[in-house]
Nanobody, 121 residues
Framework: QVHLVESGGGSVQAGGSLRLSCVAS???????MGWFRQAPGKEREFVAA????????YYTDSVKGRFTISRDIAKNTAHLQMNSLKPEDTAVYYC???????????????WGQGTQVTVSS
């Protein structure tokens, strides 16, 4: 089993920044770690992910150039730096990890509890 704990959510004004972190424990060997988000009344959508061994990253189009995902191998932690935040980024952000590359929530076996990000205009 893998246990994921997110931190770093909060409320900011449009144009501001937040940094999310996700610490993994348990069976920590995995290939991919990333983030999804879910706004009220909407499906959970992919945001970004990183391949653990070579740090290859990929993003959904709406966050490219604004969000950056990174990892700290020694601390089993992934970070999501979010800059130039927009009101439409408001959602609960979920950390995710799996042994396979993922872009859909159905491809993910392990989830964190979620952290709220609110961006006001």
């Amino acid at each position: 089993q893998v246990h994921l704990v997110e931190s770093g959510g909060g409320s900011v004004q449009a144009g501001g920044s937040l940094r999310l972190s996700c610490v993994a424990s348990g069976r920590t060997f995995r290939w991919y770690m990333g983030w999804f988000r879910q706004a009220p009344g909407k499906e959970r959508e992919f945001v970004a992910a990183i391949k653990w061994n070579d740090a290859r990253t990929y993003y959904t189009d709406s966050v490219k150039g604004r969000f950056t995902i990174s990892r700290d191998i020694a601390k089993n932690t992934a970070h999501l730096q979010m800059n130039s935040l927009k009101p439409e980024d408001t959602a609960v952000y979920y950390c995710a990890t799996d042994d396979r590359e993922f872009r859909r929530q159905h491809d993910v076996d392990y989830w964190g509890q979620g952290t709220q990000v609110t961006v006001s205009s």
